[in-house]
C-alpha cells in the first residue's frame, strides 16, 4: 500500500516540470522491466533443480543417459515402481514410509510436551534459577547438531539403542526442544500472569493451570513449534544414517542415499522416490507457513 | 524495544507488588515441588543427550597427539582452507543476496507474492533430494546444466563435480545459497515489514529516497537483525553435512571436506572415532567466541528466528 502512496506523491511532485515527469516514467518503465527480468532470473534459479528431478523422475532408465532437456517420453512408470515397491531398493518403502512418520509424530509430542512444561515452569511459574535451564537450551541450540554425531552414536550404541527408532526420536526432540523453548517463552509473555493467578486462587493445581489454561493458550505457538518439529524429525539425515542401518528400521532419507552406492544408479527410481520424500513437508510447510512465520517472527523482531 | 530479557523473565521477581502474587515471591512447599517436576524431563533429555555427549567428546579428543597427525595430514589441511572458504562466501554471499532481495520482495503485487511462494520452495523442500538431483545435474556427461550447454551454445561443459577441487566447492557454495537463502531472505523481509511505514515518508519529505533511504533507515534498524541472522548462519553452516556429502561428496579425491563432513569420514569410513573428533573440536576456537555472542545476543531476545 505505501509503496503505491509513494508512487503518488512522487508522481505529483514530478508533474510539475514536464521533462521531469518524462524522466520519471522512462525510470518507471526500466524499474519495472528490471524487476521482470529479476523475476524470470529467480525462477530459472530456484526451479533447475526441482525441474531436473521432475525430469529424470518421468524419464526412462536409457532415456536418463541421453542429451535430453526435457522428457522425451514423460511416464509415470517410476512412480509406480516405487509406490509398489517394484525395485530391490525400495522393497520396504513403505514401511520405511511409515519409520519416518512415526519419527516425525513422536518427535513432536515430545517435544511439544517436554518444552511447554520446563517454559511453564521457568517462566510462568518462576522457578528459582529457572534461567540456568534457558541457558542450556540456548546452548544446545547454538551448537550444531552434527558436532556431536560421533560420541551421541557411541552413547546410543552403549544405551542399546542402536537400529532402534527410539534413538531417532530423543535425537530430534533433543535437538527440536531449544527451539520450542525458545518461542515458548517468547509468545508466553503475552499471556497474562493473572490468569494463573486467579486460577490458582480458585483452587487449581499447578497441572491443572498448566494443562487447563497455559495449554489452549499456547495453541498457536504450539502448531509452529510442532510444525517445525515435524518438518525436522522428517528431513533430518545424518542421525538417521548413522543410527539406522537395518532396512526395516531405516527411514525414507536413509533408502533414498542407498540409491548412491550402487554402481549404475536408477536415478529415475531414485528421484521418484525423492519426489515422493519431498511432497508430505511441501505440503505442511505451505498450510502453516502463515502460522510458522508469524510464530517464527512474533515477539521478536518487532523489538 | 519493550521486550523483557529471557533471562530477567526466568529470574525471581521480588517487587513490592509481585510479593503479593501467589507465584512470584519464590515457590513454596509442593508448589516448588511441582516447578521441579515439571522441569526433570527437559533435565533428563539435556544431561543424556546433550551433557554427557559433550564430556565424552572432549574425552576422546583429548590426546594431543591426535592434533600433530591431523595437522600433518594434506587432507585436513584442505578441510581446513575449504571450511573457512565455505564459511567465508557461503555466509556472506548468502546473506547479502539475502538482504537485497527481502528488498525486492517488499514491493506489492500479486506476482510479487506468488514469487516469494516459488522462491521459498528450496526451503521448504527437503534437502537430500534436491542435492541429489544438483549432484546430478552437475554431471560431465549427461547432466542437465552440461545438456543445455551442448544444445544450446554447442559448448562441451566441463566435468563440474570430479575434475577440479575449486569447481566442484563453488558447486557446493552455490547448492549451499541455493538451498537457504530462502530462509534468511523471509527472515530480513519480515525484519524489514516490521520498520514503521513514517518513518520512510518522513524520509522522503526531507528528501531521502533509494539508497540513502536504505543507508539511513532500513540498515541502521536492520543491523542487529542482519548481524545475528549471519553469526548464526556461520555457526549452523559450520555444522552443515548434507551439502558437501550430496553434491561433491567431499570429492574429487577427498579435496572438497569440511569439518563437520571430514569428522564423519573419520569416524566411520575409516575407523578411528578419535580422530574424527578432534577434526571436529578443531573448529572450537571459532565456535567458543561464536556461541558467546550469540548466546548474549539471543538471551536480550532482540531478534528472534
Redesign the interface.
Known amino acids: 500500500?505505501?509503496?503505491?502512496?509513494?508512487d503518488n506523491?512522487r508522481s505529483r511532485h514530478a508533474a510539475a516540470t514536464g521533462v521531469k515527469a518524462k524522466n520519471y516514467r522512462l525510470r518507471r518503465v526500466w524499474s519495472e522491466v528490471g524487476?521482470l527480468a529479476?523475476?524470470a532470473v529467480?525462477?530459472v534459479?530456484?526451479?533447475?533443480?526441482?525441474?531436473?528431478?521432475v525430469?529424470?523422475a518421468l524419464q526412462s532408465h536409457n532415456d536418463?543417459?541421453?542429451?535430453?532437456?526435457w522428457p522425451r517420453q514423460p511416464s509415470l512408470y517410476s512412480f509406480w515402481i516405487v509406490i509398489t515397491e517394484g525395485y530391490w531398493y525400495l522393497e520396504y518403502f513403505w514401511h520405511q514410509f511409515g519409520n519416518s512418520l512415526y519419527i516425525g509424530v513422536m518427535t513432536v509430542f515430545f517435544t511439544l510436551?517436554?518444552?511447554s512444561?520446563?517454559s511453564?515452569?521457568?517462566?510462568?511459574?518462576?522457578?528459582?534459577?529457572?534461567?540456568l535451564?534457558?541457558?542450556?537450551?540456548?546452548?544446545?541450540?547454538?551448537?550444531?547438531?552434527?558436532?556431536?554425531?560421533?560420541?551421541?552414536?557411541?552413547?546410543m550404541q552403549g544405551y542399546g539403542l542402536g537400529n532402534n527408532v527410539w534413538s531417532i526420536i530423543?535425537?530430534e526432540?533433543?535437538f527440536a526442544?531449544p527451539y520450542a523453548?525458545?518461542?515458548f517463552?517468547?509468545y508466553g509473555?503475552s499471556i497474562p500472569?493473572e490468569l494463573?493467578?486467579a486460577a490458582?486462587?480458585d483452587g487449581a493445581?499447578?497441572?491443572q493451570v498448566?494443562y487447563k489454561i497455559y495449554l489452549p493458550m499456547m495453541a498457536p505457538a504450539l502448531v509452529a513449534v510442532g510444525t517445525y518439529a515435524l518438518l525436522l524429525a522428517?528431513?533430518e539425515?545424518?542421525y538417521q544414517f548413522?543410527l539406522l542401518s537395518d532396512k526395516r528400521s531405516m527411514t525414507v532419507?536413509v533408502a533414498?542415499?542407498q540409491f548412491?552406492n550402487s554402481d549404475e544408479s536408477p536415478?529415475n527410481y531414485?528421484?521418484a522416490t525423492?519426489?515422493i520424500?519431498?511432497i508430505p513437508?511441501?505440503v505442511i510447510?505451505?498450510l502453516f507457513?502463515g502460522r510458522m512465520?508469524s510464530g517464527?517472527?512474533?515477539?521478536?523482531?518487532?523489538? | 524495544?519493550?521486550?523483557?530479557s529471557?533471562?530477567e523473565?526466568?529470574?525471581?521477581?521480588l517487587g513490592r507488588r509481585s510479593l503479593l502474587?501467589?507465584?512470584?515471591g519464590?515457590?513454596q512447599g509442593s508448589?516448588?515441588a511441582?516447578?521441579?517436576a515439571?522441569?526433570i524431563?527437559?533435565?533428563a533429555?539435556?544431561l543424556?543427550?546433550?551433557a554427557?555427549?559433550?564430556v565424552?567428546?572432549l574425552w576422546?579428543g583429548h590426546n594431543p597427539a591426535l592434533y600433530a597427525e591431523l595437522w600433518q595430514d594434506p587432507i585436513f589441511q584442505m578441510t581446513v582452507v575449504n571450511t573457512i572458504i565455505y564459511l567465508a562466501v557461503g555466509v556472506n554471499v548468502k546473506m547479502f543476496f539475502a538482504l537485497l532481495?527481502s528488498g525486492?520482495f517488499?514491493?506489492?503485487g500479486w506476482?510479487?507474492k506468488g514469487?516469494l511462494?516459488?522462491?521459498?520452495?528450496?526451503?521448504?523442500?527437503?534437502?537430500?533430494?534436491?542435492f541429489?538431483?544438483?549432484h546430478?545435474?552437475l554431471n560431465s556427461?549427461?547432466g542437465?546444466l552440461n545438456?543445455?550447454l551442448?544444445?544450446v551454445f554447442h559448448i562441451d561443459g566441463p566435468g563440474w563435480l570430479d575434475t577440479s577441487r575449486w569447481m566442484a566447492l563453488g558447486a557446493v557454495i552455490v547448492s549451499y545459497i541455493?538451498k537457504n537463502m530462502?530462509f534468511w531472505t523471509?527472515?530480513l523481509l519480515?525484519?524489514r515489514m516490521?520498520i514503521p511505514?513514517e518513518l520512510?515518508?518522513a524520509a522522503?519529505v526531507d528528501g531521502a529516497t533509494g539508497l540513502r533511504r536504505f543507508a539511513h533507515i532500513s540498515f541502521p534498524l536492520l543491523a542487529n537483525?542482519y548481524l545475528v541472522c549471519t553469526l548464526?548462519s556461520t555457526?549452523?553452516t559450520?555444522?552443515?553435512?548434507?551439502t558437501v556429502t550430496?553434491v561433491s561428496g567431499g570429492g574429487p579425491a577427498l579435496t572438497t571436506h569440511v569439518l563437520?563432513t571430514i569428522?564423519?569420514r573419520d569416524?566411520?569410513d575409516i575407523a578411528r572415532?578419535d580422530l574424527?573428533?578432534a577434526a571436529?573440536m578443531t573448529?572450537l576456537p571459532l565456535?567458543i567466541p561464536?556461541?558467546l555472542i550469540?548466546?548474549r545476543k539471543?538471551?536480550t531476545?532482540?531478534?528472534?528466528?
Open positions: 500500500m505505501s509503496a503505491v502512496l509513494l506523491r524487476c529479476l523475476a529467480l525462477i534459479w530456484t526451479l533447475a533443480p526441482i525441474y531436473n528431478m525430469m529424470v536418463v543417459f541421453t542429451n535430453d532437456i510436551f517436554i518444552a512444561l520446563v511453564f515452569s521457568v517462566s510462568r511459574m518462576r522457578l528459582r534459577n529457572g534461567w535451564l534457558t541457558n542450556a537450551a540456548l546452548l544446545t541450540y547454538v551448537i550444531p547438531a552434527s558436532f556431536l554425531a560421533i560420541p551421541l552414536y557411541r552413547i530423543a535425537v526432540v533433543t526442544t523453548i525458545f518461542i517463552q517468547q509473555r500472569i494463573d493467578e490458582r486462587v493445581s499447578p497441572w498448566y522428517w528431513n539425515y545424518l548413522l532419507p533414498l542415499a548412491l536415478w531414485m528421484m525423492a519426489i520424500y519431498a513437508p511441501v510447510y505451505y507457513r512465520t517464527l517472527t512474533m515477539g521478536g523482531v518487532k523489538g | 524495544m519493550a521486550s523483557v529471557v533471562i523473565a526466568g529470574r525471581p521477581v502474587r501467589t507465584w512470584r519464590g515457590l508448589e516448588f511441582w516447578a521441579l515439571f522441569c524431563p527437559y533435565v533429555v539435556f543424556a543427550f546433550v554427557y555427549p559433550i565424552y567428546g576422546l532481495l525486492f517488499m514491493r506489492r506476482w510479487v514469487l511462494m516459488i522462491y521459498v520452495l528450496p526451503w521448504a523442500v527437503p534437502a537430500l533430494p534436491t541429489i538431483s544438483i546430478w545435474m556427461q549427461w542437465l545438456n543445455v551442448w544444445d541455493w530462502p523471509v527472515i519480515a525484519g516490521s511505514q520512510y515518508e522522503e537483525l548464526l555457526i549452523f559450520l555444522g552443515d553435512f548434507n550430496f563437520a569428522g564423519i569416524a566411520f572415532p574424527g573428533v571436529v573448529a565456535m561464536l556461541v550469540l548466546m539471543l538471551r531476545s532482540e531478534v528472534q528466528l
